[in-house]
């Protein structure tokens, strides 16, 4: 029985080493798979909405997902997340200015009427 087990996983072998190496057929190995690229990448056109982060999908790799594709999304998120953190700055600044400006025109004509 050990001999049949060994006999059977040597043909094993030779038959996965022939399709991979290439049987004599002159066909050559198993073609080169293209790697899978990010189909669905973020838009570059317009800001990036929630709807396009749900639908993201990055592509498997031997060892999990390439690399390339998830640095160019998480970089393309960080940017416009830095910018939409400008953007708040500045209209909070500005709302904090408006409202300094109103307080000084609403005490104003309370001095004066005090007068």
Known sequence: MFL???????VVVAAVTLAVVGGGEGTGPLPEAAPERLHDPLPPERPVSRADIDS???PL??????????DDALNRLGAELAERDARIADLESALAGARAASRVSMDKPAEEDHR
């Open 4 to 10: 049949f087990l060994v006999i059977a996983l040597a």
């Open 61 to 70: 790799a031997p060892r999990g997902y390439r690399m390339a594709d998830v």
């Open 56 to 58: 993201l999908r990055f």
